[in-house]
């Protein structure tokens, strides 16, 4: 039977497959209750002092944002990619 090359590529890393998990599915989290404006993320203080100062629609924006960021921060673990150091 051959190898599925995304479990292949993770084989021995399954912190990484795990940490990219998280980040992707936070940044679903985030990115769906942005789009949805769910009550409960708007009531976090950080995400309250920033509609106070911005707006619902900036922040909004913002939020989907770093949502994004996170799905993609995650598809960076997930590939392998390590910085040169």
Do not use: H, N, Y
């Not at 998280?22 to 009550?39: D, F, I, K, M, N």
């Not at 629609?57 to 949502?67: D, K, M, S």
């Amino acid at each position: 039977m051959p190898d599925f090359a995304p479990l292949a590529m993770l084989q021995g890393r399954s912190a990484d497959g795990f940490v990219a998990a998280v980040a992707a599915t936070l940044g679903c989290v985030v990115l769906w209750s942005a789009w949805r404006q769910s009550a409960w993320l708007f009531e976090l203080p950080k995400t309250r002092w920033l509609e106070e100062r911005w707006g619902r629609g900036p922040t909004r924006c913002l939020l989907a944002i770093v949502g994004m960021a996170l799905i993609a921060l995650g598809g960076v673990i997930l590939s392998g990619w390590r910085m040169p150091w």
